[in-house]
T-cell receptor, first 115, second 112 residues
Framework: DAGVTQSPTHLIKTRGQQVTLRCSPK?????VSWYQQALGQGPQFIFQ???????QRGNFPDRFSGHQFPNYSSELNVNALLLGDSALYLC??????????????FGPGTRLTVT | SQQGEEDPQALSIQEGENATMNCSYK?????LQWYRQNSGRGLVHLIL?????REKHSGRLRVTLDTSKKSSSLLITASRAADTASYFC????????????FGPGTRLSVLP
């Protein structure tokens, strides 16, 4: 049973460019959350997708957008890249069960470097 | 600002010793979870404790939760070099992860 997978592993972009990161959730999971983790910091919640809709968003600008596909996989898009966007981007999947706390399973992350 | 704050920021111990990390948070939560991260890679879920629970065990891990003090602790007993990692607490307001907030983490080094 494959866990959460992310692609690419590493990425180098130039300021002003756009980037798309991809995530495939763990089998049986229907919810995908994205996090940004700067070096030496804890992960910061970007947004969460469930039933192909953005359900909640953290304190990130509109340059950060996403999408969830019918097979539950997800993409994170970042436009007009800034140096400060350099970070490890983590995808986490879970199964959204009403009334039950759930565990998030994290992928290995995509290391984005903006030069 | 982040909901959870781990303490200490860094901890160095010898193999075989116990390691204790603390997490404080600011507002009411539904559950609190601890994660481990090795060398900037993906996070591994360790344990979940609900707001109505006071203590949970998993192998060499023991987690306590004191909702009156808005704090939690993670105890790793008989530590091993392989336990060297960063440990994060994450607080969940609503059980759906829509307000899932991580602290800055504790960096644990276990020396052989």
């Amino acid at each position: 049973d494959a866990g959460v997978t992310q692609s690419p592993t590493h990425l180098i972009k130039t300021r002003g460019q756009q980037v798309t990161l991809r995530c495939s959730p763990k089998s049986g999971h229907d919810t995908v959350s994205w996090y940004q983790q700067a070096l030496g910091q804890g992960p910061q919640f970007i947004f969460q997708y469930y039933e192909e809709e953005e359900r909640q968003r953290g304190n990130f600008p509109d340059r950060f957008s996403g999408h969830q596909f019918p097979n539950y996989s997800s993409e994170l898009n970042v436009n007009a890249l800034l140096l400060g966007d350099s970070a490890l981007y983590l995808c986490a999947s879970s199964f959204r069960t009403s009334g039950e706390p759930y565990e998030q399973y994290f992928g290995p992350g995509t290391r984005l470097t903006v030069t | 600002s982040q909901q959870g704050e781990e303490d200490p920021q860094a901890l160095s111990i010898q193999e075989g010793e116990n390691a204790t990390m603390n997490c404080s948070y600011k507002t009411s939560i539904n559950n609190l979870q601890w994660y481990r991260q090795n060398s900037g890679r993906g996070l591994v879920h360790l344990i979940l404790i609900r707001s109505n629970e006071r203590e949970k065990h998993s192998g060499r891990l023991r987690v306590t939760l004191d909702t009156s003090k808005k704090s939690s602790s993670l105890l790793i007993t008989a530590s091993r070099a392989a336990d060297t990692a960063s440990y994060f607490c994450a607080t969940d307001y609503d059980n759906y992860g829509q307000n899932f907030v991580f602290g800055p983490g504790t960096r644990l080094s276990v020396l052989p």
